[in-house]
């Protein structure tokens, strides 16, 4: 179980950063834009809140994993 969550972490940080120059470039630009038209400050924090909600919904999708069932593999005899 903790290996579990440890790679649920570290998978959620892996893509949470591969973002990073996108979240700094969105994130500079909406704080300019803030100073000439104030909703942009709120457009730029739920576009931040929502990519991190979506970061975190694929990581447990990638993570989630049934139980694996031990299974006995069984090759065919020659006739």
Do not use: E, W
């Not at 969550?5 to 949470?16: D, P, T, V």
């Not at 909703?39 to 739920?46: D, E, K, Q």
């Not at 990638?62 to 020659?78: A, I, L, N």
């Amino acid at each position: 179980m903790k290996n579990r969550m440890r790679s649920a972490l570290a998978c959620f940080l892996l893509s949470f950063f591969a973002y990073f120059r996108y979240l700094l470039i969105l994130g500079a630009a909406l704080i300019i834009g803030s100073f000439l038209f104030h909703p942009l400050l709120y457009a730029g924090i739920l576009a931040l809140v929502l990519d991190v909600i979506f970061s975190i919904g694929i990581t447990v999708q990638v993570t989630m994993v049934g139980p694996v069932f031990k299974q006995d593999f069984t090759f065919q005899k020659d006739p």
